[in-house]
């Protein structure tokens, strides 16, 4: 386990970064893929947010949720998701939601740094910001 240290500029100067947030991005759409069809169906999104627990933690304690509740939220960010509203979502849809996700993170936190524990196999967007920013710090570039 470690610590990283992010702020805003932390997360928007990976998300303005464009070879490492596509590159990061289209593998993590990869990895929900299941079934490897190149579009994510609304049962496999539903499965990546499950099994994050966004929803059904609050600081770390379980919470109850009632069902339909949960899929009225899960359908909701879908259709979020699904730019064209066609029943899936493509590489491009997923990069566009997810850039302005991860922009209005960086909004969000501003230039208040923040620690988080993380995983040392953990392969989240911040992991992968604080990691950007380290090596142009180290000189080490992209």
């Given at each position: ?68 509740e949960l ?45 988080m524990a ?25």
């Open positions: 386990m470690g610590v990283i240290i992010i702020d805003g500029s932390t997360v928007r100067d990976f998300v303005n970064d464009d070879v490492q947030f596509k590159t990061s991005v289209d593998a993590q759409f990869t990895a929900l893929d299941v079934n490897n069809d190149g579009v994510l169906s609304r049962s496999e999104m539903r499965k990546a947010f499950e099994s994050m627990r966004l929803l059904e933690t609050h600081f770390g304690v379980d919470t109850a949720t009632p069902p339909e899929t009225r939220i899960y359908d909701s960010v879908f259709r979020g998701f699904d730019g064209d509203q066609n029943g899936t979502v493509d590489p491009e849809e997923f990069r566009s939601e997810m850039k302005k996700i991860m922009l209005a993170v960086a909004d969000g936190l501003g230039s208040s740094p923040i620690q993380v995983e040392d196999d953990d392969q989240s967007f911040l992991k992968k910001a604080a990691e950007l920013e380290a090596s142009k710090i180290s000189g080490g570039g992209c």
